[in-house]
Each structure stands twice: as structure tokens, then as C-alpha cells.
């Protein structure tokens, strides 16, 4: 099987954490060399949160276990690359 290179999440997270603390939290993971959240939408108790997580190897589980630990639920998985190297995402007319 090959490695995870980079991941794209849809998550739902209470306020706290916040978005800097979760991405220390998941930065430090093994096979992790960066990550990037985004807020979405924020109600009165939770945030809806884009999370991409670029690394060598990404272990899925040690990220959704940091996430769940954290109080959040992943939503779906948006994106997965895997293999040798990343392959960029070609922009359509859709996506414009």
C-alpha cells in the first residue's frame, strides 16, 4: 500500500480548541510536515472547519483519533493523494 501524501477533511469542532492549537496538535503527528484549517462556518457551539494535511506519510488513524480526541468529528473525507509523489489538482470551469 502506498503512503498518504496529503489529506483534505471536513471537520465539525467546539470553539475550543481552537484552530491554531488543533493544527499544533496535528502538525506533531509522524508522517505529518504541515497543516492548514480553515474556518467555514462558525454557529454557537461548533466551527465547521477545513483541514489539509500535507506529510511523507500521514498514518489516517493518528490523525482521526487527534481530531476525535479533540473533541471533533470528521464530516467526510474531501480529498486523498497518495502514492510517490503529490499530483496537483487540475482547476475545471466548475470550480470557477
Do not use: W, Y
Request: zero cysteines; a negative charge; aromatic letters at 2%.
Amino acid at each position: 500500500m502506498s503512503d498518504i501524501k496529503r489529506v483534505v477533511l471536513d471537520v465539525l469542532k467546539p470553539h475550543h480548541p481552537g484552530i491554531v492549537e488543533l493544527s499544533q496538535r496535528l502538525s506533531v503527528l509522524p508522517g505529518i510536515s504541515g497543516v492548514n484549517i480553515t474556518i467555514v462556518e462558525v454557529d454557537q457551539d461548533t466551527e465547521t472547519v477545513k483541514i489539509t494535511i500535507e506529510g511523507n506519510a500521514i498514518i489516517f488513524d493518528e490523525v482521526e483519533t487527534a481530531i476525535t480526541e479533540a473533541g471533533a468529528v470528521i464530516h467526510s473525507v474531501d480529498s486523498v493523494s497518495a502514492g510517490k509523489r503529490l499530483v496537483e489538482e487540475v482547476e475545471t470551469l466548475q470550480d470557477r
